[in-house]
């Protein structure tokens, strides 16, 4: 876990902080970041650019020259683009450069951006950060003291009018939330400026979910493709493998031997019974 110590606001230091793994420790990916701000700056982008072909530009339809005998090119109208003032051949035209990315991706992006942050030293935890009124002049004095730099990304957990009203006057500030933090403005910057708050609320929101969940699953043995299969077609097996299952009470079919008994048995009752009619009349 990569471990940061606390600044106060008056530059002094504080206590150390662990923070996650799956934030603020992850392996740097340079493929999925460069993918990430490319998509970022080109969905920036509105897309209204626009030029005249030859068909929409505003000019003579006459002939330049005749067809023959000036022994220079046959030209037919002014509009073409190899003319001055005439119309563009592939010029750009109105349209959307917005690209897609998955929201897993776009997760793993931001977070190996902050750890890219942490891993280079510039990652700053700030214990609060409270002004009474708006004061460019002591917020710069507040960063240059804490977070020396070219430039600083200032994020915090909610709102705070006070702040961001002293940072708008800073060229090289921008105070954002972590619901308005992006790659573009993490990588950016050189430091990165966060409240203790402010990087709790970011695990809590971009880690992965059910972090002690997935541990104690990962430390479960998982069941042999086999067992599941054998399982999905005979049902799950018995608690004791070594014990033999009882067979279910069926009632056994008579045998041939008893059988024959009952039959002359009751051969014999109804022998009986005619005979004692027969008596009797």
Not at 19 to 25: A, I, K, P, Q
Not at 53 to 70: D, H, I, L, M, Y
Not at 180 to 188: A, E, F, G, Q, S
Not at 207 to 233: C, F, H, K, L, N
């Amino acid at each position: 876990m990569p471990e940061v110590a606390v600044r106060l606001i008056d530059g002094g230091a504080g206590q150390t902080v662990a923070l996650r793994d799956d934030v603020f420790g992850r392996p740097p990916r340079a493929a999925l970041l460069h993918q990430a701000v490319v998509r970022q700056l080109a969905n920036a982008r509105q897309g209204t650019h626009d030029t005249k072909t030859r068909g929409e530009v505003a000019r003579t339809t006459k002939k330049v020259w005749r067809q023959k005998g000036t022994g220079r090119a046959r030209q037919g109208s002014r509009k073409g683009p190899h003319w001055t003032g005439g119309g563009v051949a592939f010029g750009p035209h109105p349209r959307s450069h917005r690209q897609d990315m998955p929201k897993k991706m776009r997760r793993a992006a931001l977070c190996a951006a902050l750890s890219s942050k942490a891993a280079a030293g510039q990652l700053v935890l700030l214990e609060e950060l409270t002004m009474e009124a708006p004061s460019t002049k002591t917020l710069a004095r507040t960063l240059a003291t804490v977070a020396p730099g070219r430039s600083a990304l200032l994020v915090l957990e909610t709102p705070n009018r006070v702040v961001q009203l002293s940072a708008r006057n800073l060229p090289y500030v921008t105070a954002l939330t972590i619901d308005n933090i992006n790659i573009y403005d993490v990588l950016r910057h050189e430091q990165l400026v966060l409240t203790t708050a402010a990087a709790r609320a970011i695990e809590q929101r971009y880690g992965r979910a059910g972090g002690e969940e997935q541990a104690s699953a990962a430390q479960t043995p998982a069941a042999a493709p086999d067992q599941v299969r054998a399982e999905a077609i005979t049902g799950p097996a018995a608690e004791e493998p070594g014990a033999a299952s009882e067979p279910p009470d069926v009632p056994s079919a008579p045998s041939a031997e008893m059988s024959t008994a009952d039959a002359a048995a009751d051969a014999a009752g109804r022998a009986e019974v005619s005979t004692t009619g027969a008596e009797e009349e």
